[in-house]
Nanobody, 125 residues
Framework: QVQLVESGGGLVQAGGSLRLSCAAS????????MGWFRQAPGQAREFVAA????????YYKDSVKGRFTISRDNTKNTVYLQMNSLKPEDTAVYYC??????????????????WGQGTQVTVSS
C-alpha cells in the first residue's frame, strides 16, 4: 500500500521558515518523481513544487521561486520542502504526492496518483 505522510507544518510569523517532510513507503521511492501541492480555505488545490526521480530537476510555482526549495533523500524515502520568507498567502494545507510514471506536466495535479493526508501551514501577519 502506497503511503505518504507529511509532517513539519505549524504556525509561524511572516518572514519565518518551516521545513516540511514527506515520508514515503510501499513503493520504490527512488523511481518516482514527487510533488508538493497546497490548498487554502475555499480554494482549489494548487501546484507548489516537484522533483524528478531520474535527475532531480525541480519545478516551482512562480510565487514561491527563490523562497521554497524541494529536495529528496532517496536513502530515507523522504521528500522535503524548505519554506523560507513565508507570507500569509502561503497559509494552506500542504500535500505530498507521487507523480505518475511518465514525463507529462509536473505542475498538473491530475498527473499525480497518490497523496498524503496533508499538514497545516499557517503564517500570521
Amino acid at each position: 500500500q502506497v503511503q505518504l505522510v507529511e509532517s513539519g507544518g505549524g504556525l509561524v510569523q511572516a518572514g519565518g521558515s518551516l521545513r516540511l517532510s514527506c515520508a514515503a513507503s510501499g513503493f520504490a521511492f527512488g523511481g518516482y518523481s514527487m510533488g508538493w501541492f497546497r490548498q487554502a480555505p475555499g480554494q482549489a488545490r494548487e501546484f507548489v513544487a516537484a522533483i524528478r526521480w531520474s535527475d532531480a530537476i525541480t519545478y516551482y510555482k512562480d510565487s514561491v521561486k527563490g523562497r521554497f526549495t524541494i529536495s529528496r533523500d532517496n536513502t530515507k524515502n523522504t521528500v522535503y520542502l524548505q519554506m523560507n520568507s513565508l507570507k500569509p498567502e502561503d497559509t494552506a494545507v500542504y500535500y505530498c504526492a507521487r507523480k505518475m510514471g511518465d514525463y507529462s506536466d509536473f505542475r498538473d495535479l491530475n498527473k499525480y496518483d497518490s497523496w498524503g493526508q496533508g499538514t497545516q501551514v499557517t503564517v500570521s501577519s
